[in-house]
């Protein structure tokens, strides 16, 4: 998606009317959402420089100009692109990266990484040139038209406000090289060079033929975790990691350096909401780590993710070798101090307190977990505990982890690579179960495909012809049906009975650990439990009688959740002991689930409600997105317009 395009005429005459801002803000409103000062100021600067380098009458009249690119599948955006044609007749692209930095320091022992201001905050990010180059290569591996049109991209990084400072100028010392040599970097008073650049790689105008390929060209399905971690831990690279992904790896990296030179445990917490690539990372980390022949585990306490890595790797990896690398939050209860380098612990809030089958096992898996590693990592959303012994906590991680005096790192991932990189989608979610309060309460990426079914035969009806694409859609439901003792291996069984509609599944079978990738788990209703930490192209969600719409207000009734449900276990005692309390936590747990539930989709999600007045608020709400309008820019832009 392509915020702002044009020919470089077109360009040229927008900026010097003074209409650019305007026009980027408009369609950036109607096709993206919030907007915010800082990115109008960042425009109206970095214009005014691009305008210098564009005036040239060398560079053709119709070349193309896009500003604001939104790589698919990600929630990130390219700020300028530059497409015409080379003197070979090439179609040729040119990615340019705007940064307003002013300072910059050199970050050593982590690659591709410095330090500067942002948001008036000095912190660590990826090197211009990296990120141009990164940004260029997901264009690439996500746009099949790329591809097979040949197109050729040539990526650069501008820094237009930064003084270089000569052979001592941390931006471009030699540890940066290697990004450098891909993506060049142009400083303060280098229009000329980035002129030059340009003119190299563009000699021709394509009346914007190249942009229409690259916006309108095929894209590939996005990647699973699932169908590529084979090929991630034989050592190749699936996943391109980009800005806070990959300074929270160089950070992970180092810390196990340290952890394991010094003898000085390490706690690293990285929070993320769905979709934000914890375990993509997670992954990474394994492979890199075992590869610098360190003892290395990932973790988790939910057993779905684990079971499906091992189903895919069966055939090319010992199964002894698979579960050395994958194992369970309650394997460390007599574990060594310090026996592994480090653990990597996924979905870290659904940790224990205590381990076994019967939960008599061990103190707390926080504590074991810190205890037998050097260093420890933690992925964790606090949002997505689903059980009452779920209580995995940041509060509580570092809780053991000042017992064990251990160094404390604490870090964010914001990225989004799920659901249609659509960050809007997720904190319209949050606003829709009013979970939280979002600024993104009336939009969401509208290549995101969200509906709402009146009928639960239609939804079915969809996620399975789907499936039939690639066996990678499937409905799950919040636990408001008894799981039927005698059909537990019996799909002829069925549990969730929606009379009214003649509709009637089973859960998902016990006897199969991989539901999420069977061949014909389709015809199966998967749960929170079987789903959590996994992902799939289009999802189907049942929303029970635990969560309905009454007064105005989205509410929850535990008493509507199955007998035979484990997660709300113990609430009972807990509310004699502690109503208010008890309610709250029970009431978090079931919009925790259908949070979890309702963002499992990477390409969208289907909803049926059992509540009429749910349902109807729902699409109240799917409706002001489709047709919100949008604040007057003009007072905004102006007021922008009188500092330039």
């Given at each position: 998606m392509i915020v702002y395009e044009a020919t470089k005429d077109e360009f040229l005459n927008d900026v010097f009317e003074d209409r650019l801002v305007q026009n980027i803000c408009e369609n950036f409103k109607a096709k993206i959402g919030g907007i915010n000062e800082?990115?109008?100021?960042?425009?109206?600067?970095?214009?005014?420089y691009m305008y210098r380098v564009l005036s040239d009458y060398e560079i053709p009249s119709n070349t193309g100009i896009a500003i604001e690119f939104k790589i698919p599948h990600t929630s990130k955006r390219v700020d300028f692109l530059i497409s015409g044609i080379d003197e070979r007749n090439n179609h040729s692209v040119v990615i340019v990266e705007l940064k307003q930095w002013e300072n910059v320091e050199k970050v050593d022992g982590k690659e591709a990484i410095v330090r500067t201001v942002i948001n008036r905050h000095f912190v660590e990010t990826t090197h211009p040139s990296y990120q141009a180059w990164s940004y260029a290569s997901l264009i690439k591996d996500y746009n099949e038209t790329v591809q097979n049109d040949d197109i050729q991209l040539y990526s650069c990084a501008y820094l237009h406000n930064y003084i270089h400072l000569g052979k001592s100028d941390p931006v471009t010392d030699g540890i940066y090289q290697f990004y450098i040599n891909r993506a060049p970097l142009f400083l303060k008073g280098d229009a000329a060079k980035l002129r030059s650049f340009i003119k190299r790689h563009i000699k021709y105008g394509d009346n914007k033929e190249n942009l229409y390929k690259i916006e309108n060209g095929r894209i590939r399905p996005s990647k699973s975790l699932q169908d590529s971690l084979n090929s991630m831990l034989k050592g190749n690279q699936e996943f391109i990691m980009i800005d806070d992904q990959k300074v929270v790896y160089e950070e992970a990296l180092?810390?196990?350096?340290?952890?394991?030179?010094?003898?000085?445990?390490?706690?690293?917490?990285?929070?993320?909401?769905?979709?934000?690539?914890?375990?993509?990372?997670?992954?990474?980390?394994?492979?890199?780590?075992?590869?610098?022949?360190?003892?290395?585990?990932?973790?988790?306490?939910?057993?779905?993710?684990?079971?499906?890595?091992?189903?895919?790797?069966?055939g090319d990896f010992r199964k002894s070798h698979i579960d050395n690398l994958f194992t369970s939050s309650g394997s460390y209860v007599n574990a060594l101090p310090n026996e592994f380098d480090v653990l990597i612990v996924d979905e870290a809030h659904r940790l224990n307190e205590k381990s076994g089958m019967f939960q008599n096992l061990g103190e707390n898996q926080i504590k074991e977990i810190i205890h037998a590693s050097k260093l420890a990592i933690f992925f964790i959303d606090e949002r997505q505990r689903v059980t009452l012994k779920d209580i995995g906590s940041i509060e509580m991680i570092q809780k053991f982890a000042n017992e064990y005096k251990a160094g404390i790192t604490k870090m964010k991932l914001e990225s989004q690579f799920r659901c249609n990189g659509s960050d809007g989608y997720l904190a319209w979610i949050d606003d829709v179960l009013q979970i939280r309060k979002t600024a993104n309460?009336?939009?969401f990426d509208s290549n995101y495909d969200f509906r709402i079914y009146s009928n639960p035969n239609e939804l079915r009806e969809e996620i399975e012809r789907l499936n039939k694409v690639n066996n990678k859609s499937r409905i799950v439901a919040g636990y408001c049906w008894d799981w039927i003792k005698e059909g537990k291996n019996n799909p002829n069984i069925h549990d969730i009975i929606i009379p009214e509609y003649n509709f009637s599944m089973s859960w998902n079978l016990a006897n199969s650990e991989t539901w999420a990738i069977d061949e014909n788990s389709v015809h199966q209703v998967g749960c929170i439990h079987t789903c959590q930490g996994l992902e799939f192209d289009y999802v189907g969600v049942i929303i029970g009688d635990d969560l309905i719409y009454k007064d105005g207000q989205v509410q929850t009734d535990y008493t509507k959740r199955a007998k035979?449900?484990?997660?709300?276990?113990?609430?009972?005692?807990?509310?004699?002991e502690k109503p208010e309390g008890a309610l709250?936590?029970?009431?978090?747990?079931?919009?925790?689930?259908?949070?979890?539930?309702l963002t499992r989709g990477q390409k969208g999600c289907f909803v049926y409600c059992t509540n009429k007045e749910l349902e109807n608020y729902l699409r109240k709400r799917l409706n002001e997105v489709q047709y919100t309008s949008y604040p007057d820019l003009n007072s905004m832009v102006a007021e922008k317009q009188g500092e330039y």
């Open positions: 800082r990115e109008i100021r960042a425009w109206y600067n970095s214009m005014q180092q810390l196990a350096a340290k952890a394991v030179n010094t003898n000085q445990k390490q706690v690293l917490i990285v929070e993320g909401g769905p979709g934000t690539g914890k375990s993509v990372l997670a992954i990474n980390l394994l492979v890199e780590l075992t590869n610098r022949n360190l003892v290395c585990q990932y973790v988790t306490k939910n057993a779905a993710p684990r079971k499906v890595y091992a189903q895919k790797l069966k309460y009336n939009y035979t449900d484990q997660s709300l276990k113990g609430l009972r005692k807990m509310l004699k709250k936590l029970a009431d978090e747990i079931i919009r925790n689930t259908y949070r979890t539930l």
